[in-house]
């Protein structure tokens, strides 16, 4: 089943960028800069280099008003404007790290999920969207379980 990942729109994050430490730790945002290639960009789904900046930002990524309403950490890389997507294209960021899938149905309500290894993980996403009650999956880095991209069907 041919399935599409998506970035985050940047929208809500570019008012932010350029922003001083001090205005930028009243919102609750810290910025980071790389000194490792650990650091996933959730805009453009990517690692990015080292000595780049991030914010570090909590971000409610399942908004529905059910039990599995959720917000976590994610990182952003300060400048990101172009969101990733891409139709059976895995990003390199999901590739390299466990991903725990999170099936969810249109109301927000979590109807499957699965544990992959990311140099495997288009066979989860198929068993996933191969039900018709799945909507959307999300998919989030599994051992710290921030948030990382949506995939839905193409």
Known sequence: ???RVLGLDPA????LYGLSDEDLAQKGVRRVVADSPRYPDRVEVR???LG????LLNYTHQPADTPYHASHAIFVREGATTPYEAVDEVPEALRTRPISLRAFDDGGEMVGAEL???QVIE???GRLLADPAVAYIQAHYALRGCYAARIERA
């Open 1 to 3: 089943m041919s399935f």
């Open 12 to 15: 809500p994050f570019v008012p």
């Open 47 to 49: 690692d990015v280099a």
């Open 52 to 55: 780049e900046r991030l914010l």
């Open 116 to 118: 992959v290894d990311g």
């Open 123 to 125: 066979p989860a996403i």
